[in-house]
């Protein structure tokens, strides 16, 4: 299994910009899909978006397409999740996730390993 550890999370205003990064650990990482995925408080996880093992593909929700972007650095066992032009509906814990399989994955039931989470907080 993989372990992830995020980073990166912080308070910015509304149209600011923040980097998230979740390093892994073992050795699958780069044969892993990825994903990132966020919850508010009172409300469910969500998915955010999500990667194939090398990089190829992509795949947002309909609600950050357009402002977020996902990508991995495999030689660091990393991957990113650059959030433009933040919103206050942002606000949440985000989470890192390793798929159970190479490809783009949504649901929960998809991943195996979870990162601790990372708050991202966007004032008005």
């Known amino acids: 299994q993989v372990q992830l550890v995020e980073s990166g999370g912080g308070l910015v205003q509304a149209g600011g910009s923040l980097r998230l990064s979740c390093a892994a650990s073992?050795?699958?990482?780069?044969?892993?899909?990825m994903a990132w995925f966020r919850q508010a408080p009172g409300k469910e996880r969500e998915f955010v978006a999500a990667?194939?093992?090398?990089?190829?593909?992509?795949h947002y929700a309909d609600s950050v397409k357009g402002r977020f972007t996902i990508s991995r650095d495999n030689a660091k066992n990393t991957v990113y999740l650059q959030m433009n032009s933040l919103k206050p509906e942002d606000t949440a814990v985000y989470y890192c996730?390793?798929?159970?399989?190479?490809?783009?994955?949504?649901?929960?039931?998809?991943?195996?390993?979870w990162g601790q989470g990372t708050q991202v907080r966007v004032s008005s």
């Open positions: 996730a390793a798929a159970k399989r190479p490809w783009i994955a949504t649901m929960g039931t998809d991943f195996e390993s």
């Open positions: 073992g050795r699958t990482f780069s044969s892993t899909g």
């Open positions: 990667i194939t093992y090398g990089g190829t593909n992509t």
